[in-house]
C-alpha cells in the first residue's frame, strides 16, 4: 500500500511571503503527481499534474517539482485566497488513488 | 460545460442501507472512470473507489472493499455508491469526481459539491 506523507500538517504564514509544502510518497510511480487545494465547505480543485503542470486557470505564483518519492509545492507569494489546505495525490501500481493527509497553509 | 450533480444530503440510522448519486453531464459519460472520495467531518481526503463507466470495471482501497459497492446506469449517465448497512462512523461528505486525461495520466479533474450522509 502506497502512503503519502505530507509536511508540515500546517505552515502559518502572512501574505505575500512563499510557502513550501512537501509530499513524500512510500513508493515512486512514474510522475503521477497531483496537488489539490481545498477550501471550507468546497470539493478540492486540482492544481498541478504530472509533479508540475498547471491545471486550467491555475495562476503561475503556483509551481511543483520532485521526482521519485519527494515532491514540493511552492507558492511564489502568498494571496489572501490561497490560505487553504493542500493534498497531494499520487496513482499506485494497482491504479488506485491515494491522498496525503494534507497541508493546511493559514494566516499568520 | 462538464458537471457532476451529487444527490442531497441523508440522515439515516445504524443499519440502514443508502444508495448516493452522481449524475454526470457535458462530457461523454462512458469515456472517463468516476473515483469517490470520503472526507469525514474536520478530517482529510480519502480515496475509496473508482469505476470505468464503460464495463463497470471497478477498483477499490482495500479500506473500503466489502464496505461499500460502486455503479453505473449507463443509461441515465448517473454513478452510485451505496451501503448495506450503515454505522456511525460513515457519517463524512462523499464526494465524485471524474477522471480526466491530462497529459499521461487521468486526474480528478472535475468534481461533484459532496453530498453529506449523517448516520445516527
Known amino acids: 500500500e502506497v502512503v503519502l506523507t505530507q509536511s508540515p500538517d500546517t505552515l502559518s504564514l502572512s501574505p505575500g511571503e512563499r510557502a513550501t509544502l512537501s509530499c513524500r510518497a512510500s513508493q515512486s510511480f512514474g510522475s503521477s503527481l497531483a496537488w489539490y487545494q481545498q477550501k471550507p465547505g468546497q470539493a478540492p480543485r486540482l492544481l498541478l499534474y504530472d509533479v508540475s503542470k498547471r491545471a486550467t486557470g491555475i495562476p503561475d505564483r503556483f509551481s511543483g517539482s520532485g521526482s521519485g518519492t519527494d515532491f514540493t509545492l511552492t507558492i511564489s507569494s502568498l494571496e489572501p485566497d490561497d490560505f487553504a489546505v493542500y493534498y497531494c495525490q499520487q496513482r499506485t501500481s494497482l491504479g488506485a488513488w491515494p491522498f496525503g493527509q494534507g497541508t493546511k497553509v493559514e494566516i499568520k | 460545460e462538464m458537471q457532476l450533480v451529487q444527490s442531497g444530503a441523508e440522515v439515516k440510522k445504524p443499519g440502514e442501507s443508502l444508495k448516493i448519486s452522481c449524475k454526470v453531464s457535458g462530457y461523454s459519460f462512458t469515456t472517463n472512470w468516476i473515483a469517490w472520495v470520503r472526507q469525514m467531518p474536520g478530517q482529510g481526503l480519502e480515496w475509496m473507489a473508482m469505476?470505468?463507466?464503460?464495463?463497470?470495471?471497478?477498483r477499490y482501497n482495500p479500506s473500503f472493499q466489502g464496505q461499500v459497492t460502486v455503479s453505473v446506469d449507463r443509461s441515465i449517465t448517473t454513478a452510485y455508491m451505496e451501503w448495506s448497512s450503515l454505522k456511525a462512523s460513515d457519517t463524512a461528505i462523499y464526494f465524485c469526481?471524474?477522471?480526466?486525461?491530462?497529459?499521461?495520466?487521468?486526474?480528478?479533474?472535475?468534481w461533484g459539491k459532496g453530498t453529506a450522509v449523517t448516520v445516527s
Open positions: 469505476i470505468k463507466p464503460t464495463n463497470s470495471e471497478t
Open positions: 469526481a471524474r477522471h480526466g486525461l491530462k497529459s499521461t495520466y487521468y486526474y480528478t479533474d472535475v
